[in-house]
């Protein structure tokens, strides 16, 4: 945070190493700019395996355009997840048409 302070750039590895408590600082001191920074990374960084802790995160520091991000994500993922299961069930339609009705008098 003192880096941040003083030279207005943040070490990327710290960053990367924990965004949450540089975020939690940025906060707890209003340090918006520092804020906005560890917000639009964490935003970038966003995907299926950590949405759920950084949206828990956006939710206790009160990070409204980082909830977004977080539910376009989350949108863009069901979304995904719908077609993929319409794409595996329609594969399957016609097995179960065909074993629910099945031909009369020999007809096809």
Known sequence: MLEF????AVNQRVLAKC???IFAIADKYDIVPLKSYVQRYLGSIINKNNLVSVALIA???FASSLKKVG???LFC???ILSFTLLRRA???WPTII???FP???GRS
């Not at 302070?5 to 207005?8: A, C, D, P, R, V």
Request: zero cysteines.
């Open 19 to 21: 965004p949450e408590s």
């Open 5 to 8: 302070i003083y030279t207005g």
């Open 59 to 61: 939710d206790v520091h």
């Open 77 to 79: 993922f069901i979304v």
């Open 98 to 100: 065909g074993a629910s």
């Open 103 to 105: 031909p009369r008098n």
């Open 90 to 92: 329609s594969a399957s």
């Open 71 to 73: 539910l376009v994500v």
